[in-house]
Each structure stands twice: as C-alpha cells, then as structure tokens.
C-alpha cells in the first residue's frame, strides 16, 4: 500500500496550493479518503474527508469555506484545494485511507502517507 502526497510548499497569506495524493495496493474506489494535517508541537488535527464516490464530503471547521476535497477514482488520487491560506494552516499535510464510510476520526483510518509541507507565510 502506498500513499503519496504532493503539492506542498511555501505559499503568501491569501494565496493557494492544490495538494494530490496518489494511492496504490488497495482498493482506492471502496475506500474513504481524508486529509490530516500536524503543526510542529500540536496534535493532529482533522481537515477533510470524502466518500468512496465522492458524493458525500466532510469538512474541519478551522477550513470550511476555504478548503475542497475531491477525488478521480480513475487516477486513484484524492486533492484537497487549498484558498484563502492563513498562517495557522502551515503543518505537514497526511492523506489516509480506510474501507467503508468516511469519517474525522483518524483512529479509524488503515493507511497514511508520509505527507506534504505546507508553510503559510510572507
């Protein structure tokens, strides 16, 4: 199994970045997406999930209105679109993984990638 997230970097206050995570060794078009994202010295924290059909969509208060996940389950990828950044948004960013019904618990998730870069600043 293999997630692989790219897309990060340095970005001003304002702008955007798209960030994609490539999936292989599962069954990416069963499986519920999410993206998570850790600050240096804080806990993981949430930031959105999507249904295996992409119908169905989650989103982290802290980046609702600013943030869209989506998903080609033809090029097993999952993006998450990132407008408006702010400071606070710099962390590194992890993709993950489970079968069955999406979710914001990341206990529930099976797979993760190593995860992007993200820094917000001017």
């Known amino acids: 199994v293999q997630l692989v997230e790219s897309g990060g970097g340095l970005v001003q206050p304002g702008g955007s970045l798209r960030l994609s995570c490539a999936a292989s060794?599962?069954?990416?078009?069963?499986?519920?997406m999410s993206w998570v994202r850790q600050a240096p010295g804080k806990e993981r924290e949430f930031v959105a999930t999507?249904?295996?059909?992409?119908?169905?969509?989650y989103y982290g208060d802290s980046v609702k209105g600013r943030f869209t996940i989506s998903r080609d389950n033809a090029k097993n990828t999952v993006y998450l679109q990132m407008n408006s950044l702010k400071p606070e948004d710099t962390a590194v960013y992890h993709c993950?993984?489970?079968?069955?019904?999406?979710?914001?618990?990341?206990?529930?998730?099976?797979?993760w990638g190593q995860g992007t870069q993200v820094t917000v600043s001017s």
């Open positions: 993950a993984a489970k079968r069955g019904g999406y979710s914001c618990r990341g206990d529930e998730y099976e797979y």
């Open positions: 060794g599962f069954t990416f078009s069963t499986s519920a």
């Open positions: 999507i249904s295996w059909s992409g119908g169905s969509t």
